[in-house]
């Protein structure tokens, strides 16, 4: 078992940056790829960033390419989401998942962190 607790989530203007953060406890989160989702009202659940276990290979969905930035310490077992440059599209619910592989189905979620661009 893997519990996975996100934070660093809140209200920021449009242009600003926030760093969420996911601390895992339970199994070493370094055992999984981690994975960034996030899902806004009314909107399908979107895949935001993905990081391997080493930290060695990342990938970003086109629509936070060049903005956000995935990041894991393996040891404080915690993964970080830096988004910069923050649009109002950015606004959703933001929760990381634990997975075997960076593509894979995630077998943990966590309960996801509210980010609210305004204008």
């Known amino acids: 078992q893997v519990q996975l607790v996100e934070s660093g989530g809140g209200l920021v203007q449009a242009g600003g940056s926030l760093r969420l953060s996911c601390a895992a406890s339970?199994?070493?989160?370094?055992?999984?790829?981690m994975v960034w989702f996030r899902q806004a009202p009314g909107k399908e659940r979107e895949r935001v960033a993905g990081?391997?276990?080493?930290?060695?290979?990342?990938d970003y969905s086109p629509s936070v390419k060049g903005r956000f930035t995935i990041a894991r310490d393996n040891a404080k077992n915690t993964v970080y989401l830096e988004m910069n440059s923050l649009k109002r599209e950015d606004t959703a619910v933001y929760h990381c998942a634990a997975a075997l592989l960076i593509k894979g189905v995630p077998e943990y979620w966590g309960q996801g962190t509210q980010v609210t661009v305004s204008s």
């Open positions: 990081i391997t276990r080493s930290g060695s290979s990342t």
């Open positions: 339970g199994r070493t989160a370094k055992d999984y790829a």
